[in-house]
């Protein structure tokens, strides 16, 4: 089993920056992919970035420049650094957990980001 819990969301004006956490915990395999998706209300949940257990990254292309993710292993935490926020970042932000020994992956409970105009 593992635990994921994300932290961090907030309201920030347009044009500002917030760091948004992914703490994992429990029977994490040593080889693993850890990500941020986003949701608003009646879309389908959307990749925003992931970041491999060797610390390869990927990002959608809309935020790339804007945001980056990394991570601190010794904390076994993944972050989510967004910088020049827009409102259409508005979203529900949720962290995942996979890995290849999984048929499901595990997901956070999200964490809100609202950005005003």
């Known amino acids: 089993q593992v635990q994921v819990v994300e932290s961090g969301g907030g309201l920030v004006e347009a044009g500002g920056f917030l760091r948004l956490s992914c703490a994992v915990s429990?029977?994490?395999?040593?080889?693993?992919?850890i990500g941020w998706y986003r949701q608003t209300p009646g879309k389908q949940r959307e990749f925003v970035a992931h970041i491999s257990s060797a610390g390869a990254t990927t990002y959608e292309s809309s935020i790339q420049g804007r945001f980056t993710i990394f991570r601190d292993n010794a904390k076994n935490t993944v972050y989510l650094q967004m910088n020049s926020l827009k409102p259409e970042d508005t979203a529900v932000y949720y962290c995942k957990y996979t890995d290849i020994t999984i048929t499901d992956p595990y997901w956070g409970q999200g964490t809100q980001v609202t950005v005003s105009s």
């Open positions: 429990g029977r994490t395999a040593t080889i693993h992919t």
